[in-house]
Nanobody, 119 residues
Framework: QVQLVESGGGLVQPGGSLRLSCATS????????MGWYRQAAGKERELVAT???????AVAGSVKGRFTISRDNAENTVYLQMNSLKPEDTAVYYC?????????????WGQGTLVTVSS
């Protein structure tokens, strides 16, 4: 059974930093991309950043220059370093994994971790 376990969320003051981690287990398939999405209250879920198996990254414009995504392929773990946090970064952050098994495309989500940026 595939599991994605996020950690690292919490309360931080504006301008502060947090590092999110997403550890995967039971991944008996080829992982192609790992990423982070977020959903603020009353808004739709949006892409924050993704990283492919080869290390190519994509980052949303709203967080570019502040957030960095990285990946440990050996451990199937993905990280999101968040610096210079703003109140508008407040949201539940979800880990996402996309892959393939026997030509079937697969996608899994973590349970989410709350990030609150407030003074």
């Amino acid at each position: 059974q595939v599991q994605l376990v996020e950690s690292g969320g919490g309360l931080v003051q504006p301008g502060g930093s947090l590092r999110l981690s997403c550890a995967t287990s039971g991944t008996d398939f080829t992982i192609n991309s790992m990423g982070w999405y977020r959903q603020a209250a009353g808004k739709e879920r949006e892409l924050v950043a993704t990283v492919t198996k080869s290390g190519s990254t994509a980052v949303a414009g709203s967080v570019k220059g502040r957030f960095t995504i990285s990946r440990d392929n050996a451990e199937n773990t993905v990280y999101l370093q968040m610096n210079s946090l703003k109140p508008e970064d407040t949201a539940v952050y979800y880990c996402n994994v996309k892959g393939v098994r026997l030509l079937s495309m697969l996608e899994f989500w973590g349970q989410g971790t709350l990030v609150t940026v407030s003074s």
